[in-house]
């Protein structure tokens, strides 16, 4: 089975909020390597340095998921690692910025393999896969040099599957009204 580092994804403002208080003790597991933060209205500066501050205590990558990017526009780049877009003609527009740190990771989601390697010509460092599309997953980790992210991760069975088929991480959303706290202990115990 292909080694494969987590990747918990907070899906909104309202579950940062929620689960603030377990972040810590979640980011301190050694297989947790990067944080997406998801967002859908302006992110409060006391929000990033909060969050940042956490993730950065524990050697983990904190990584932005605007819905749009208008919402990144009063964020400096240097406050987060990297960003994940859910677009992906935006990658272009990202990947050119001049403002853009040397080390700052962009991410995009993607369907299928097309749009998977058309992220990478537009400039993304990753792509994320849909983790029960295991074809896909399989197909990419055996041509692409672009690392792979099994998104949504929801069970053990799709963890271990999705590490099988050759996934780098594993996206794991944290949401409170489906117990994602619980979900991600379950996947962290049977990938250790």
């Given at each position: 089975?292909?080694?494969c580092d ?7 403002l309202t ?5 603030q208080e ?7 597991d050694?297989s947790?390597?990067?944080?997406r ?5 302006p992110l409060?500066r006391?929000?990033?340095?909060t969050v940042?501050?956490?993730a950065w205590e524990?050697?983990?990558a ?6 749009s990017l ?7 780049l240097k ?6 877009l ?5 990658v ?7 403002d853009?740190?040397g080390?700052?990771?962009i991410?995009c989601t ?7 390697m058309?992220?990478?010509e ?10 029960v599309?295991?074809?896909a ?10 690392p792979?992210v ?5 069970t ?9 088929a050759?996934?780098?991480?594993l ?6 009204a ?6 991600f ?8």
């Amino acid at each position: 089975m292909n080694h494969c580092d987590l990747y918990p994804v907070i899906p909104s403002l309202t579950a940062l909020t929620a689960v603030q208080e377990q972040l810590p003790s979640l980011l301190a597991d050694d297989s947790v390597t990067a944080l997406r933060l998801c967002f859908d209205k302006p992110l409060e500066r006391k929000q990033l340095e909060t969050v940042r501050q956490m993730a950065w205590e524990r050697n983990v990558a904190l990584i932005l998921a605007p819905a749009s990017l208008n919402l990144i526009q009063g964020v400096s780049l240097k406050d987060s690692d990297g960003i994940h877009l859910a677009r992906l003609q935006d990658v272009k527009t990202f990947a050119n910025r001049k403002d853009r740190p040397g080390s700052f990771q962009i991410g995009c989601t993607c369907l299928t393999l097309d749009d998977a390697m058309s992220a990478g010509e537009q400039g993304a460092d990753y792509v994320s896969l849909p983790a029960v599309n295991l074809s896909a997953l399989t197909q990419w980790s055996v041509f692409a040099e672009l690392p792979a992210v099994a998104e949504h991760v929801c069970t053990a069975e799709e963890a271990r599957a999705a590490a099988q088929a050759g996934a780098d991480f594993l996206a794991i959303t944290l949401d409170p009204a489906e117990d994602g706290l619980a979900r991600f202990a379950a996947v962290s115990a049977a990938l250790s």
